[in-house]
């Protein structure tokens, strides 16, 4: 999420280049918002409510599940990428098990367009992409964020498809 007065910069929240016709970066830095596997982080319930998402290295959080998630372990710690599409071996049998889980649940929809959302930012860049999720999980009524499992502003209670 790009720094306002409302959400200011976290303080290992580091600048990221991945423009489209730029070079990927050699080892990993994300955005916080931002996981390796193409979920924007910045529309979980759970971001900066406890989780600084799953692009930081900050261990001082209360949501400590992304240290175990066999995704980022190998995307970031084994080899070094930022995201998954920049591995020899995507897809893979993990980002297919994201990809394919909970299968005709609404709740878990972002899950379904990780694959999406990874062809994007390859076409698109970072810096074109991270933008556009903000905007797209921005509620048009209030300008919080709507929030996944629940696709549901939970300040004033709008719902895309339902109020507009």
Same mark, same amino acid.
């Given at each position: 999420?790009?720094?306002?007065?409302?959400?200011?910069?976290?303080?290992?929240?580091?600048?990221?280049?991945?423009?489209? @016709?730029?070079?990927?970066?050699?080892?990993?830095?994300?955005?916080?918002?931002?996981?390796?596997?193409?979920?924007?982080?910045?529309?979980?319930?759970?971001?900066?409510?406890?989780?600084?998402?799953? @692009?930081?290295?900050?261990?001082?959080?209360?949501?400590?599940?992304?240290?175990?998630?066999?995704?980022?372990?190998?995307?970031?710690?084994?080899?070094?990428?930022?995201?998954?599409?920049?591995?020899?071996?995507?897809?893979?049998?993990?980002?297919?098990?994201?990809?394919?889980?909970?299968? @005709?649940?609404?709740?878990?929809?972002?899950?379904?367009?990780?694959?999406?959302?990874?062809?994007?930012?390859?076409?698109?860049?970072?810096?074109?992409?991270?933008?556009?999720?903000?905007?797209?999980?921005?509620?048009?009524?209030?300008?919080?964020?709507?929030?996944?499992?629940?696709?549901?502003?939970?300040?004033?209670?709008?719902?895309?498809?339902?109020?507009?």
């Amino acid at each position: 999420m790009r720094p306002t007065a409302e959400t200011p910069p976290a303080e290992d929240e580091k600048p990221y280049s991945m423009s489209k @016709g730029g070079s990927m970066p050699e080892t990993r830095r994300l955005p916080d918002s931002m996981a390796p596997c193409g979920v924007y982080c910045g529309a979980c319930p759970s971001f900066r409510k406890g989780c600084r998402g799953c @692009g930081s290295e900050n261990h001082k959080q209360r949501r400590t599940s992304k240290w175990n998630c066999k995704i980022r372990r190998c995307c970031f710690e084994e080899k070094s990428l930022a995201l998954c599409s920049q591995c020899t071996d995507f897809p893979c049998k993990l980002t297919d098990k994201l990809q394919g889980s909970y299968p @005709g649940n609404e709740r878990f929809r972002y899950r379904h367009e990780v694959y999406e959302n990874l062809r994007e930012i390859e076409a698109q860049g970072l810096d074109v992409w991270l933008p556009g999720e903000e905007e797209r999980w921005r509620c048009p009524a209030c300008g919080k964020t709507i929030v996944f499992y629940h696709y549901q502003c939970p300040a004033c209670g709008y719902e895309p498809g339902r109020n507009g």
